[in-house]
């Protein structure tokens, strides 16, 4: 009961996330945005990190092992910031359903660092899978384009943040599943939030924080609190008790929350092309969870 409790509190952090990306779109720049968030979520992890780290097995060192995992991790949320803004212009609803094909290239990257994994090829629903990921894809970036709910760019750049999503996924589960769900994302949190200090304070403009008003500051805490710190450590904790596939097919719940949430406060719409693209890159995920959960 724990862990599924966990996974729908993961699930609704989740989807508020491009919501409060796409919200202070208009406030603050993306690097400041980024870097501020993750250091919120750097700063409570840190006393678990300091005691945690003192129970690692002499010759294991969760530093060094965090770095590939930590490195990809930087890019994509780099690139996940930028997606509300321009160039790239995406609204909340069309970013939060195509992102959610990091799950297909979370198996195209196992493929290529575990042969296990290479079995899913021989099955026909993982093809089935495959090819519901690309028209959904293609069903959402041509209707957002139309709509002006994205741009050309735009819509490029939410694939190439999904693949490094996907990798990100990969390079836990292979460096970082010795170690503690708390340790391994406290740890990989310090080197992204220090890489996204720097770039906040070369690109961004930290002070304009100062110019924040009580509300947008308490929300923008809350994203990173709720967005980044509680949002890992409780998909983790569903990962351990409920394993990867039904976790993963969990959390294709929360391009819903986003689309909700969005008309709520955004008033963002989506066309019924957009919802039939979105809904096929859903179906796409769920269909993958199954060939991995047939294997």
């Known amino acids: 009961m724990m862990a599924v409790l966990c996974l729908a509190v993961a699930v609704f952090c989740y989807g508020s996330v491009p919501l409060f990306l796409r919200y202070f779109s208009t406030k603050l720049d993306p690097w400041t945005v980024n870097g501020f968030r993750y250091s919120i979520a750097a700063i409570i992890w840190l006393p678990a990190v300091i005691f945690l780290s003192k129970k690692v097995p002499c010759g294991r060192s969760v530093w060094r092992d965090a770095l590939v995992p930590a490195a990809i991790n930087i890019g994509g949320q780099t690139l996940w910031a930028l997606l509300p803004y321009k160039p790239f212009d995406n609204d909340a609803s069309v970013t939060g359903f195509a992102v959610r094909s990091s799950f297909l290239f979370t198996i195209l990257f196992g493929f290529c660092i575990s042969r296990s994994e290479r079995s899913l090829a021989g099955k026909k629903i993982f093809w089935i899978g495959v090819a519901a990921s690309v028209v959904g894809l293609v069903l ?15 819509m490029f750049m939410i694939i190439v943040t999904a693949i490094f999503w996907g990798a990100y996924g990969v390079a836990v589960h292979s460096r970082m599943k010795s170690y503690s769900p708390v340790l391994s994302f406290g740890v990989i949190s310090m080197y992204t939030a220090g890489s996204l200090i720097v770039c ?96």
């Open 140 to 154: 959402l970036s041509v209707a957002s384009l139309k709509g002006r709910n994205s741009t050309p760019l735009g």
């Open 200 to 295: 906040m304070l070369i690109r961004g403009s930290p002070g304009e924080l100062a110019g924040l008003d009580g509300r947008n500051l308490l929300l923008l805490v809350l994203s990173a609190v709720f967005g980044i710190a509680i949002s890992h450590v409780l998909l983790y904790r569903a990962i351990k008790d409920l394993g990867p596939v039904v976790t993963s097919g969990g959390t294709m719940v929360a391009p819903f929350v986003t689309v909700i949430g969005a008309m709520l406060f955004l008033n963002e719409t989506m066309t019924a092309v957009q919802w039939a693209g979105g809904l096929l890159v859903v179906i796409s995920g769920i269909l993958l969870v199954m060939a991995k959960r047939k294997e």
